[in-house]
Nanobody, 116 residues
């Protein structure tokens, strides 16, 4: 059974940090491109960051570049998003995404709220 389980969301104040984790199971994690995608209230999906199977290729959306860091641990089947200097506009449900060719999986999402 394929699962992507996100954790680490919560309520933080502007300027604070948060660390999201996604634990994968039921598929060959090491083969997959992993990404974080978010959806703010009333808006569409926004791609946040992605990392390839060997962690050699990493990309960030313009809105998070310099503030967020993505990493993966193939031994633990996890992908992490370290978020710093959070802003109210970072408020969204954050989804973990796995892609390999025609195969694609999504997690259930974790809520991040940035508010004073």
């Amino acid at each position: 059974q394929v699962q992507l389980v996100e954790s680490g969301g919560g309520l933080v104040q502007p300027g604070e940090s948060l660390r999201l984790s996604c634990t994968a199971s039921g598929f060959s994690f090491s083969n997959y491109w992993m990404a974080w995608v978010r959806q703010a209230p009333g808006k569409g999906l926004e791609w946040v960051s992605g990392i390839n199977r060997g962690s050699a290729s990493i990309h960030y959306g313009d809105s998070v570049k310099g503030r967020f860091t993505i990493s993966r641990d193939t031994l633990k089947n996890t992908v992490t998003l370290q978020m710093t200097t959070l802003k109210p506009e970072d408020t969204a449900v954050y989804y973990c995404n796995a892609q390999w060719g025609a195969w694609e999986y999504w997690g259930q999402g974790t809520q991040v709220t940035v508010s004073s």
